[in-house]
Nanobody
């Protein structure tokens, strides 16, 4: 059983910052990829940022230069530092884990007011 526990969402004004955390626990052989996706009302879930086991990263174009993903391998935890937040960043943010099976967190709401 794999669990992903997310924290750090909330309400922030435009231009503000938030930091999301996601800790993975349970039984899995290895972690290939950890990351974050988001889903806004009426839209499909989209990739925000991922970090691979070797440390390489991938970001959505819309968040490049504003968001930074990082990972603590010893704690099986991934972080997403979100700066210069915009109202368009408002969404439910989901933690993602690939082991190589896919697992998802329950989601955490991020709301950016204008």
């Amino acid at each position: 059983q794999v669990q992903l526990v997310e924290s750090g969402g909330g309400l922030v004004q435009a231009g503000g910052s938030l930091r999301l955390s996601c800790a993975a626990s349970g039984t899995f052989f290895s972690i290939n990829v950890m990351g974050w996706y988001r889903q806004a009302p009426g839209k499909q879930r989209e990739l925000v940022a991922i970090i691979r086991s070797g440390g390489s990263t991938r970001y959505a174009e819309s968040v490049k230069g504003r968001f930074t993903i990082s990972r603590d391998n010893a704690k099986n935890t991934v972080y997403l530092q979100m700066n210069s937040l915009k109202p368009d960043d408002t969404a439910v943010y989901y933690c993602y884990l690939n082991t190589p099976y896919d697992f998802w967190g329950q989601g955490t709401q991020v709301t950016v007011s204008s």
